[in-house]
Structure formats: C-alpha cells, structure tokens
C-alpha cells in the first residue's frame, strides 16, 4: 500500500482520516482492521510504502495521528497473523518499529533498475542499523535473467544478476525476484534456497567491515565501499576413544564489489582468531588461498561499479589433528553454504589412526547436494567436490575419511 487519497472509498464508508496535502492518514486502527480481516486468509506480509512520502505530506497534522498510525498497522496485521515491512522509511519510523512488535524488515535499498550502479545493489551500510534494531533487511526486487525480453521498460537487459543474487543471499532478509514467468534463471534461484522454496540464510544480515567504514591511507573517506561480511555458526562434535566434546566453528562470507581501490584484509578485520589459519575460497573463480596473519587476503580495485567478488572463509584447525582430516566449505550448490537449513549434524572422530568427517545435508528427494571438503597433501590444500543425490527427503549423509595410506568420501 503507497497511501490514502483525500478522495478514498472508505471516507463515505464511515472511516475517518486526517487530510494532509495529498494524502489522508486514518484517525484510528478501525480502517486497516477492515481491510486486513478480509485478507486474513491470504496475507501474509503487509507493506507500507512511501512512507517519507507520508511524512512529508502530513506537516501540518495532530501530532497524535502521525505518531499513532504505524502502531495501527502493526496492532491489525498481528490480529491476523502477518507481519509488516516498511519501505522508504525515515530513521523516525525505524526506531518506532521497536514498539511493533509485527515489523520484522524494511526495504535497505533505492529502487531497482537495471545496470544501474548506485541502485538496489548498496545494501549493507542501512543493513548495519536496520539489523541494529531488529530488522531484517529487503535488498529489493532484481532480474535473474539478463534478457526481458518484451519488457515494457526502456531497458530490458539485466547484466549482472549474479551479483544481485549474492547481495540477496547475504541480505538474511526476503527475496523477491520480478522476472517474466517464463525468463526466471533457475540456476540462479536455486542458489539462494532448498527446491521447497526455504530461504537459505546467514545467522545476521552482511554488514560493513571496519575497515570500510575507516578513512583511507591518503586520508579520504571510503564513502560507498562495498565490502561487506557475515557467518554462519556450527557446532561441530568431536570424540576420540572414550572422550568427546562439542565445539563451534565459523565459516564466513564476504563481499566485495566496485572497490575504488586494492584493499589487503587480515583475519583480524573480519574478527577473527587471528592466530589461526584459514582457507578463502573464490567461489565464482573456484579458487583457494591460504589466510593468515602473515599471508593477507588481496582484493584489487575494481575496473567497473559491477566488478565484484564472493568469498567463503574457513579455518582449518579444528577439522585437521594429527595432520590429517577434511577441511568442510559446505554445499558449493549454494551461496550460504553452510546455511543450517542445509548442512548440520556435523561431527569429527578418530578411530584406528583414521579421521572421520560427518554431515547430514537436508533438501527434497531429487535434489542434488555439491559438498565442498578440502585436505592437505604435499602439494598443499586440495578441493574436492562430492555430488550426492537426496534419494529420500528429508536428506542425505556424507562421510569423509583420511589415514595413513588412503582417504575418500561417500554418501549414505
């Protein structure tokens, strides 16, 4: 919903509103509490749009009713069930939805447009304090396909809809995709969730890292650099002979895109552990490297706005005793892909001099899982890709084993 008219249908109903200059604001929660109990079946999420558009408008009204008509919303929309997003809100209206307990996102981005470089895609500064409040963040709509064709646009080409799906995944928020029905890239899709259509999510919204938010080594200030960051947490079990342990492990993801210049990450910008060592892996170059203290990560700067690069982070450590064991990356099939809708039950033991890596993958029957584990030989790290077909929801198991003489991987 954008606003009310002046001239609405549900003044000669009975409804009342306060008149702004172009647009009326109800004067109690009767009217959405009308309009959402005949929707009760089949809403599920109520926007409310133009909201800064609202303020604007409605200078001159009762405090009383401006301060008043979002808490209606949320009141009405809980009665039945649904939640609300904002869209367009200002920082007032942000802060308010700590007292409405039905707000649960807001729109982070401008609106989309295709190719456009400083539209939908900048996402993660707002995220910051959106997340800071509770609210999960809407990247906005984009194309999955690069050609709409028959579009009633002026431009219908979409050239990078990988890197709008990457900012969705990392969003932890809504997606919405706006192809044609018959243009849709499932490819793409299917990246970003289970075949059930379960949104696969970090445990927080991507947010800046420090050192994109800090001036840069001539003194200027990094306004609008895209490097951004979030995890997933697992908890890993761990037994040899009669003892065990449960521990915690965290894979990380990071963005980068349209950077003005070379940016060299350690462990410690990304807050980690940073006498540990890590694994980055390139995920559209299928690439490793080694990350430590001493062995930086590199980004160089980026040769057009939509450059960009994706990368899954992983410690090696807990995964590797007596130096051997498989280093887990997760499902390659998805961009989160760690996501415990996907991948949990993991668990590490030594048996017999031999290691032995287990995971449990969850999906519908049909659908192919990609595991991504990694192990060291004399040559250093080596990527191995381990294709299992869920045979039987709700999902399929992996072992993974290395000993003295042999190694190797097997679904179950």
């Not at 895609?121 to 709409?148: A, C, D, E």
């Not at 940016?263 to 995920?283: C, E, G, H, I, S």
Request: proline share 7%.
């Amino acid at each position: 919903n954008l606003y009310f008219s002046p001239l609405n249908d549900y003044s000669s109903m009975g409804f009342n509103f306060t008149t702004g200059i172009e647009l009326a604001l109800p004067k109690s929660s009767d009217v959405y509490r009308y309009m959402f109990r005949n929707l009760e079946n089949v809403m599920i999420v109520y926007e409310q749009d133009w909201i800064s558009y609202i303020d604007d408008n409605m200078v001159s009204a009762p405090f009383d009713d401006i301060d008043n008509w979002l808490g209606w919303v949320g009141q009405e929309a809980q009665q039945v069930g649904a939640s609300v997003q904002l869209s367009m809100p200002t920082p007032r209206y942000i802060l308010d939805s700590l007292r409405i307990p039905a707000v649960l996102q807001s729109r982070a981005s401008l609106d989309y447009r295709p190719n456009d470089p400083y539209g939908s895609r900048f996402i993660s500064h707002t995220s910051m304090f959106l997340w800071s409040v509770g609210l999960y963040p809407y990247k906005g709509t984009f194309w999955t396909s690069v050609n709409q064709t028959g579009c009633r646009y002026d431009n219908c080409v979409e050239e990078h809809p990988l890197l709008h799906s990457v900012i969705a995944a990392l969003s932890g928020g809504p997606i919405m995709v706006s192809d044609r029905y018959d243009l849709l890239n499932t490819d793409i899709i299917f990246k970003l969730c289970l075949k059930n259509g379960t949104l696969l999510k970090p445990a927080k919204p991507a947010t800046p890292l420090d050192i994109a938010l800090l001036p840069l080594p001539d003194d200027s200030a990094p306004s609008l650099i895209e490097l951004s960051h979030t995890f997933n947490y697992q908890s890993v079990h761990y037994s040899i002979n009669s003892t065990s342990s449960t521990f915690t492990v965290r894979w990380d993801y990071l963005l980068a895109y349209g950077l003005p210049q070379n940016m060299v990450l350690t462990p410690k910008d990304l807050n980690l552990d940073p006498t540990q060592q890590y694994l980055a892996y390139d995920y559209f170059q299928d690439k490793l490297l080694l990350f430590n203290e001493t062995i930086p990560l590199t980004i160089f700067a980026a040769s057009t706005p939509f450059d960009f690069k994706y990368f899954i982070i992983v410690p090696t450590t807990p995964f590797r005793k007596s130096g051997m064991g498989w280093v887990l990356l997760g499902d390659l099939t998805k961009y989160i892909t760690m996501a415990p809708q996907r991948v949990n039950n993991l668990s590490i033991s030594l048996v017999s001099s031999q290691i032995f890596l287990n995971l449990r993958t969850f999906g519908s029957r049909g659908e192919e899982v990609v595991v991504g584990v990694i192990r060291e030989d004399i040559l250093g790290f080596q990527l191995t890709k381990v294709a299992c077909i869920i045979n039987q929801a709700p999902g399929v198991s992996l072992v993974c084993y290395e000993g003295p003489t042999s190694f190797g991987c097997a679904c179950s």
